[in-house]
Nanobody
Framework: QVQLVESGGGLVQAGGSLRLSCAASGRIFSMKTMGWYRQAPGKQRELVAAITNGGSTNYADSVKGRFTISRDNAKNTVYLQMNSLKPDDTAVYYC??????????WGQGTQVTVSS
């Protein structure tokens, strides 16, 4: 039932910033976590950041101190603020929603490219 629409990717120079958005439509009955994975060619898929229904956050070690995940409950949207971007951050970023009962929903993915 629920759908995710993500946006905000693009091309940015090293040291720059981007903000990803992931908006959920439809009813969310039992949110477990919501956040982003990223996938770069030849690399392992990596959980970048997640936020729980209670507001707890978790980050990959590679992005700690640079990325911040937050939510706007009124808009049913989660944001990933990405600062001090590095070329190694280049990947396709996939928003996801895990629910206790309804399972997992994925966004369409958005490309983030960081040039040196």
């Amino acid at each position: 039932q629920v759908q995710l629409v993500e946006s905000g990717g693009g091309l940015v120079q090293a040291g720059g910033s981007l903000r990803l958005s992931c908006a959920a439509s439809g009813r969310i009955f039992s949110m477990k976590t919501m956040g982003w994975y990223r996938q770069a060619p030849g690399k392992q898929r990596e959980l970048v950041a997640a936020i729980t229904n209670g507001g707890s956050t978790n980050y990959a070690d590679s992005v700690k101190g640079r990325f911040t995940i937050s939510r706007d409950n009124a808009k049913n949207t989660v944001y990933l603020q990405m600062n001090s971007l590095k070329p190694d951050d280049t990947a396709v970023y996939y928003c996801y929603l895990d629910q206790w009962v309804a399972g997992t929903t994925w966004g369409q993915g958005t490309q983030v490219t960081v040039s040196s």
